[in-house]
């Protein structure tokens, strides 16, 4: 038997925690074999820790033999004590008409504090995961306050975005799900993000070639997918929760699995004429478990340039509207 990881999740009893503690205990996030200990963190808040209550005892009736321990509190320092991984769910939700910087004045400060703490008692190979909106620049700024941790360990999900438009391209060319391939996102994750079909592969022939619809492509594809959460929201009412979960299950999974290659914002060093030192999405290969190395090398038109500029610009904004959080 391992020895138990310790993954501290941020937002426990939030709609994303409630979707997302079972998969994580049941083995979906780490493997069938890895036990786990969930550290559950949640706001000072009555109403929030009694909902808390509830999920922990529905962990424990669920008796998943991986998990060998569950921690409630609103304690950060007890929360993120040792962790191994720490994914930061806990932040507000839009609601209908806002966007997702909209959230920035609101949230940002949360990632503060949370970076200073998992700086100071994460476990030494910690990892850092942000879903909370708007999750590059709050995964900028939680890292920007880390002296011990590397910023390469602090990742945000664009995941999500990944799945839409794996989703989305096998809709539109009607083949199964898993004959498309190389889907990656670029960017924000917001409408302006890029979802670079140029490089996807259906049945392992480009996707243009199988579509050949390029106005498509350029038009309802990319905006579909830039704008499903806010969709989502109008449909349901509240932000995406179980699939934003299950794209953190991916997200991790991935990360944790030496070859994979997937989309993740990392800390841009200049790949794809990023802005260095904003956290954009772009293709990475999995190198040992927890690491990986940025894929450099597609090529992009001038379309594609012109998106990545535009999402580029909008992560250098959002940077220059926390200034003062960094
Ligand atoms: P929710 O309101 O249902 O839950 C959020 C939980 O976080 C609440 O229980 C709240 O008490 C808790 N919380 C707030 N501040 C906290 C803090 N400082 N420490 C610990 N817990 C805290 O919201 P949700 O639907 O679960 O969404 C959570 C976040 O994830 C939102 O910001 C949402 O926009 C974002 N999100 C991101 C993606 C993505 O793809 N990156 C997808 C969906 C949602
Ligand atoms: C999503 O993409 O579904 C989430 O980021 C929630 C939102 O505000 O869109």
Known sequence: MKTPIRVAVTGAAGQIGYALLFRIAS??????DQPVILQLIEAPVEKALKALEGVAMELDDCAFPLLKGVVQTSDPTVGFKDANWCLLVGAKPRGPGMERADLL??????????????????????????????ANTNCMIAASQ?????????????????????????????????????????????????????HATINGQPATTVINDSAWLQGPFCETVGKRGAAII????ASSAASAANALVDHVRSLVTPGAIHSIAVKSHGHYGFDANVWAGMPVRTTTPGSYEVIPSYAMDDFAKSKIAATNKELVEERAAVVDLL
Do not use: C, E, W
Request: glycine residues 10%; without cysteine.
């Open 27 to 32: 083995g979906a996030m780490f493997g069938p």
């Open 105 to 134: 004045k609101d949230n940002g400060r949360i990632f503060i504090g949370q970076g200073q703490i998992i700086d100071a008692v994460a476990a030494a190979d910690a990892r850092v995961a942000v879903v909370g909106n708007p």
């Open 146 to 198: 880390a002296k011990r941790l590397p910023a390469d360990r602090f990742t945000a999900m664009v995941r999500l975005d990944q799945n839409r438009a794996q989703s989305q391209l096998a809709l539109k060319a009607g083949v199964d799900l898993t004959a498309v391939k190389d889907i990656f996102i670029y960017g924000n994750h917001s409408p302006t993000m890029f979802p670079a079909f140029a």
């Open 234 to 237: 109008a449909a349901r009412g």
